[in-house]
């Protein structure tokens, strides 16, 4: 510690002299730097959290020509999946030394991905991750020339931009297949909003399943993400079971959690049982999917994973690498919302 009453900032030499280091290891450490072994890393680490000593974040910008600052350019953070998207990428960049600088888009147009990445740069940002899968903000991406590396994340694959997502056919697949392994003669869809391509992604790959299955591909009912467009989903898919037009509803793939709770509570209200008459499986994985009555069978993403793997590309770039990602796999959690198709009558 610094003798009584000396009021000083703290500097590197002070960490230095406590840990019994050189200053230059000391600015690796700090720095981020490879090359120090985790013994001494420690031990700098300890002498830092001692003092209380805080980097002069201005100061080493000058030395080192970073910030390390990322920005994230997002919108729709009042939606479960952008929302645990963002805490993974935090939780990520904290975790590997850099702090993360939030833009919210009140559009998803590309003037207004523009102008936040335009910021970011003029505030010096590192790198700038763009966190989108709307309309005008996601095809902008693909013509953005950036002097910072930019990186995209669940826009799906794109030739043109370095990109992590998770792959929404996938999922979409693996909802459709698991309800076909069940007997259902065919599975009926309530999608997300036509302009997302995570939910354009489900669809596709619901309908794939269906084809390769040799299914009757039924009409899809449109959703919002929201619970209320779930539950008017349900009304109507229980008057269709009413009317017995059309491919029989005795299994539903709806395109996240939060619709199928809705619905679910349509189809209670209908006199249908969950899984007895109709089986019903999400997508997401939200806290509360196995608290449902019942408890929702759905699709996991594995956000702090896209958090992590995002993180590990936009370090990547900025040390000049190309590499080339992997999308994350969703998998299935299987509860009590599916079950065995019910004999024909």
């Known amino acids: 510690m610094l003798p009584e009453g000396v009021s000083r900032a703290l500097g590197l030499s002070d960490v230095a002299a406590r840990a019994g280091v050189s200053h230059q290891t000391v600015s690796r450490v700090v720095n981020g730097h490879p090359n120090v072994a985790p013994s001494t890393r420690e031990r700098v ?3 830092i959290a001692e ?19 990322l920005g994230l350019v997002t919108s729709h953070i009042n939606q479960y999946g952008p929302a645990q998207t963002l805490l993974g990428l935090e939780k990520a960049a904290r975790a590997a030394g850099y702090s993360l600088s939030v833009a919210v888009l009140d559009e ?17 940002v590192d790198a700038v991750i763009a966190l989108s899968t709307y309309g ?12 910072v590396p930019l990186i995209a994340v669940q826009v799906g694959r794109d030739e043109s931009r370095p990109t992590v997502w998770v792959d929404q056919e996938v999922g979409g697949a693996l909802a459709t297949r698991h309800l076909l392994e069940l007997g259902h003669r065919t599975v009926h869809h309530v999608t997300g909003p036509t302009d997302s391509m995570e939910a354009r992604g489900r669809l596709l790959g619901w309908r794939a399943e269906l084809l390769a299955a040799g299914a009757p591909v039924p009409e899809v009912v449109c959703g919002d993400w929201w619970p209320q467009s779930g539950f008017e989903a ?3 898919l229980a008057a269709r079971v009413r009317s017995g037009e059309g491919p029989e509803v005795t299994a539903v793939f709806v395109a996240n959690d939060q619709m199928a709770l809705g619905l679910l509570n349509a189809l209670h209200e209908a006199g249908l049982t969950v899984p007895g008459d109709i089986s019903v499986v999400g997508f997401d994985d939200v806290p509360e999917a196995g608290y449902f009555t019942p408890a929702l069978t759905t699709v996991r993403q594995d956000f702090a994973e896209l ?13 000049g690498q190309v590499t080339e990602a992997e999308p994350v796999l969703p998998r299935l959690v299987v509860r009590s919302t599916t079950g065995p198709a019910r004999p024909r009558r």
Do not use: C, I, K, W
């Open 136 to 147: 005008q903000a996601v095809e902008a991406l693909r013509r953005f020339e950036s002097p």
């Open 234 to 236: 349900g009304r109507e």
């Open 45 to 47: 680490q300890q002498a």
């Open 51 to 69: 003092l209380g000593y805080r980097p002069n974040a201005a100061a080493r910008a000058l030395v080192t020509g970073s910030t390390r600052t």
């Open 108 to 124: 998803d147009s590309e003037r207004a991905m523009r102008e936040a990445v335009d910021r970011f740069v003029a505030q010096s």
């Open 307 to 319: 958090g992590r793997r995002g993180v590990q590309l936009v370090l990547a770039r900025l040390r």
